[in-house]
């Protein structure tokens, strides 16, 4: 029986290479992108990562290393990177019926049925394609099982003799074992910086070496988990491909703030914002929400005594995904935990409890009471749907939102908004 064929796209410095699409400027110089607040680097430039900046360093140490090697900084315009990543998706989708989202910027495609065609030139033609439909690099690994196309990801990054694309399936053995040599443990997919260190000190420095560990011993000392990745790195298939990703238990929405909050008032309208973020995002997953927790806190870095958080957690008599059932039950647990004379840098709520809108609790005594609610919050989303994210949203999210987190350094929404549209002159 022959292998499977799985194909990573992975997209090249994913933020960075957004902002060079609207920016040509960009091209060739160093570059980060920043986290929430401006605060870390989540995204580089291959220039600046010569540079040894690494990932989630703070931007306030590279303040100097910037200044001496002009490094650009843009903060993270999350709008334009999920359009954008929604446009690499579906295209990748016409290249494979059976496809998995994996994260903003990785698709897993299983090319098992094409082996009648040369697997490397396939992979050029979708980098190609990628590259003139959205203007966006990206790389491809093709081996038999998930962790092996990770891997396989990983060369085609590194090494500019692949010319963007990695295919194990069509490597020797000897070839496969020159190159697993030369990749650290800790690069493997579900390995990491944590288990790298205890890999090393049982001298598994290598993909190669982890490759040729004792399945059961490993299992032994570590879990199945272990286990399925050495299988995995062997050719044996333990992790399928999931084309539908299973649904959220949990789900958090939350920033730290731009500015610090001392008043009610202001909290509040941060929670609601949150709120019906968390809301949005349970209906796109067809749930409902059990309960809702909302929780606040001031800056870790504060002396003890100005120092407060807490959380309170609120159990909703009728599963909900209504964003103004939830809010009401958020802003009802806010009240209780809020203190005067704090700081407060950071809010947020959970919802949890989830269960399938199918299989969800009715009212007994209000049969219409859901039904009508769905009913509203499906016009209210397909109108931010069409005008926009946040057109209809609740009054109490308040307008000016001066607590809003920091992002001095965002580009425009070039895909989603009309008037930031890029305009061509002679």
Known sequence: M???AIALIDVNNFYVSCERIFNPKLEGRPVVVLSNNDGCAVSRSDEVKAL??????????????AKKHGIIAYSSNYTLYADMSHRVMNILATFSPNQEIYSIDECFLDLTEFKTQNLTLYGQL????????????????IGPTKTLSKLANHLAKKHPEFNGVCDLNGTTAYQEEMWFKRIEVGEIWG?????????NAMRIVTALDLKQASIPSMRSKFSVVMEKIIRELNGTPCIELEEVSPAKKEIVSSRSFGVKI???SSLEEAVSFYTRHAAEKLRRQHSY????????NTSRFNKPEENYSNAFRIS?????ASTIALTKAALCGLRKIYRRGYQFQKAGVMLSELVDAQTRQRDLFVPSSISNKTKVMSVIDAVNDRMGRGTIRLASEGISKKWLMRSGHKSQNYTTDWNELICVTK
């Open 316 to 320: 909703l008599p009728i599963q909900t």
């Open 126 to 141: 979708i980098r190609q394609r990628i590259k003139q439909w959205t203007g966006l690099p990206v790389c491809v690994g």
């Open 191 to 199: 390995i990491g910086r944590k288990l790298a260190p205890q890999l």
């Open 2 to 4: 022959s292998p499977r």
């Open 262 to 264: 001392t008043d009610l």
């Open 52 to 65: 040894g900046v690494k990932m989630g360093q703070p931007w306030f140490q590279l303040k100097d290393l």
């Open 289 to 296: 929400a059990g309960a809702i927790t909302v929780f606040i």
